[in-house]
Each structure stands twice: as C-alpha cells, then as structure tokens.
C-alpha cells in the first residue's frame, strides 16, 4: 500500500472515530469513552497529516504544535469547570481565525491560477471565499461571546434601531463582493473585494452577539460552535483534504442541531435568539436589577416540608 492509500484509510479511521466520539457525548455514561473516541481519531488524523500530508517545514510546523499544545494543556489544567463554556468560545475563535488564515494564504498562492482555469476556478475562489466569510463571522462573535461569559463585557443585549435592517444590509453586501471576487480573481486580482468582506464579516459577527442577552450565550456557543464546523469544512474543500471536510460536516450539523435542542428547553424561538430578538416585539433586555422585584423572603427546609 502506498503513501496515499495510507493517508485514506488513516482519514476513514479518524472518521468512525469521531462519530463514535458524538455519539458517546449524547450520553452521560459513555461521555468519558466518547471523549476518548475523538482524541484518538485526531491524533491518528494529525499523524497522518504531518507525517504524509506535509512534505517541508517540519522545524515550523513542530514548534507550532509546541507552542500551541502547551498552550492548551495549560488552560486546560487551570480553567475551572464554570469557565468550560468562555473557553469553548475563544476556542472557537481561534478555529474561525485559521480558517480566515488559510483562505487567504491559499488566495495568495502563486501557482493558483496554474492550478484551476474556468469553472474549476471559480468553484476555488467560491469556497475560499465562503471560509473566509464564515471563519470571520465565527472569530469575532467568538471573541464577544467569550466577554460576555467571562464577565469583561455587559450581558445585556445592544438592541440598535433598525439592527435587523444592518444585519440585512451586511449580508447583500458580503454576497456582492463575492461577485466581485470572483470577477477580479479571474484577471489576477481580488484582493480587496476579499479584504473588504472580511470586515464586513467581522462586522457582522459582533453585531450578531452583541444584540443576544447573557442568558443565551449556551445557545450561541452552540451555535458558534455550528459556525467553526462549516468553516472547517470549507477550508477542506478548498485545500482538498477529505476529512476536513466530514469533520467540519459534523461538527456544524450536530451543533446546530444542539442549539435547536437548547433553544426547545429553554422555551426560546432558535431564530429570534440567533438573530438577537428578531421576531419578537421589542427585543429589548429583561427589567435591570435596579427595578423593584418585590420583597425576598428566606425559607427553612422544614418550613418547606409542613
């Protein structure tokens, strides 16, 4: 068998793992087995990408995997179990942040044009361009959601008139650039339609959390979470990696389909909390504390029981 044959069947492997991995964190009991599941599947998956993917730069590439998991294992060992959900978010920013990384060092690689002419460009640029949308939509509302739970920003929503209309507005304009993008991409240009809605798209990913109350960034985290895994998944059909693709497939459905769960229990309509009150007659936050809310009375165990 050769290298190639090698790298897929490693690929399929790490699939069925993190399968297996989802399904044991549906249950309490075989969460552990579960966890363990994934992080067998992504250090087959690492493997087999370094040592068969990757054919220079090991000295950068290793000092990276240092770098970054010592970073991990650190916060890891001193984040408590309260502060899991602000850590999931600024993981997940980070994940949106790789993305927008290899969408435009994939961009700027001088032998694109050599590789892809026609349609097979375009299809390119397309997918380069959504995970550059998506990952910078999924870094800066990460990077909110992770002020809010950790307590450095207000919790409460930033309601600003006319928010639905901004969001609106945003999202016809990012879909114009990408026509723009893929015009100029073909003569050699796109840079700045790319850069252009790059902030457009962290624009949005901060109006996007800011205007949800603390009281639903489980579900945004969720839902962030969602965003991270079609990322992923449109870096891998840009670069042409398999796995990224179903990794990122199951990681943005399972969390979407999460977040709806989330919102069922929590007796919330999924889209006005996603949209930040859209929907809803005034979307406004719940009464300040500075309100009267009556009178509190304590109450004994024994009390309780007559």
Same mark, same amino acid.
């Not at 050599?114 to 999924?138: K, N, Q, R, W």
């Not at 901060?206 to 945004?220: E, K, L, S, T, Y």
């Given at each position: 068998?050769?290298?190639?044959?090698?790298?897929?069947?490693?690929?399929?492997?790490?699939?069925?793992? !993190?399968?297996?991995?989802?399904?044991?964190?549906?249950?309490?009991?075989?969460?552990?087995?579960? *966890?363990?599941?994934?992080?067998?599947?992504?250090?087959?998956?690492?493997?087999?990408?370094?040592?068969?993917?990757?054919? /220079?730069?090991?000295?950068?590439?290793?000092?990276?995997?240092?770098?970054?998991?010592?970073?991990?294992?650190?916060?890891?060992?001193?984040?408590?179990?309260?502060?899991?959900?602000?850590?999931?978010?600024?993981?997940?920013?980070?994940?949106?942040?790789?993305?927008?990384?290899?969408?435009?060092?994939? !961009?700027?690689?001088?032998?694109?044009?050599? /590789?892809?002419?026609?349609?097979?460009?375009?299809? /390119?640029?397309?997918?380069?361009?959504?995970?550059?949308?998506?990952?910078?939509?999924?870094?800066?509302?990460?990077?909110?959601?992770?002020?809010?739970?950790?307590?450095?920003?207000?919790?409460?929503?930033?309601?600003?008139?006319?928010?639905?209309?901004? *969001?609106?507005?945003?999202?016809?304009?990012?879909?114009? !650039?990408?026509?723009? !993008?893929?015009?100029?991409?073909?003569?050699?240009?796109?840079?700045?339609?790319?850069?252009?809605?790059?902030?457009?798209?962290?624009?949005?990913?901060? /109006?996007?959390?800011?205007?949800?109350?603390?009281?639903?960034?489980?579900?945004?985290?969720?839902?962030? *979470?969602?965003?991270?895994?079609?990322?992923?998944?449109?870096?891998?059909?840009?670069?042409? *990696?398999?796995?990224?693709?179903?990794?990122?497939?199951?990681?943005?459905?399972?969390?979407?389909?999460?977040?709806?769960?989330?919102?069922?229990?929590?007796?919330?309509?999924?889209?006005?909390?996603?949209?930040?009150?859209?929907?809803?007659?005034?979307?406004?936050?719940?009464?300040?504390?500075?309100?009267?809310?009556?009178?509190?009375?304590?109450?004994?165990?024994?009390?309780?029981?007559?």
């Amino acid at each position: 068998m050769n290298i190639e044959g090698i790298i897929s069947v490693s690929y399929i492997i790490a699939t069925i793992l !993190f399968i297996l991995a989802l399904g044991g964190l549906s249950n309490q009991e075989t969460a552990r087995r579960g *966890n363990w599941y994934g992080i067998i599947g992504m250090a087959i998956a690492l493997v087999a990408t370094v040592l068969g993917v990757v054919t /220079h730069n090991y000295i950068p590439l290793f000092v990276a995997l240092l770098v970054g998991g010592s970073i991990g294992l650190i916060a890891a060992r001193r984040v408590q179990m309260t502060q899991m959900p602000e850590l999931v978010a600024i993981l997940h920013s980070l994940v949106g942040l790789a993305a927008v990384a290899v969408g435009f060092a994939n !961009f700027m690689d001088p032998d694109r044009l050599s /590789h892809y002419v026609g349609v097979e460009l375009t299809i /390119h640029d397309i997918e380069t361009y959504l995970g550059i949308l998506i990952g910078a939509v999924t870094f800066s509302g990460s990077v909110i959601a992770f002020g809010k739970l950790s307590g450095r920003m207000s919790g409460s929503p930033l309601t600003l008139p006319g928010r639905h209309y901004l *969001n609106l507005a945003l999202l016809i304009s990012a879909i114009w !650039f990408a026509y723009e !993008f893929v015009v100029q991409s073909a003569g050699g240009g796109g840079m700045q339609p790319l850069i252009i809605m790059t902030v457009i798209a962290l624009l949005f990913g901060i /109006h996007m959390v800011m205007a949800i109350g603390g009281a639903d960034m489980p579900v945004v985290v969720s839902m962030l *979470n969602s965003y991270s895994g079609w990322a992923a998944s449109a870096t891998g059909f840009m670069l042409g *990696n398999d796995l990224l693709i179903v990794t990122g497939a199951l990681v943005g459905s399972s969390g979407a389909i999460l977040s709806y769960i989330m919102c069922r229990a929590m007796n919330r309509k999924f889209l006005s909390v996603i949209a930040g009150g859209f929907g809803t007659g005034g979307g406004t936050a719940a009464a300040s504390s500075g309100e009267d809310q009556g009178e509190v009375v304590p109450i004994e165990a024994e009390e309780t029981a007559e």
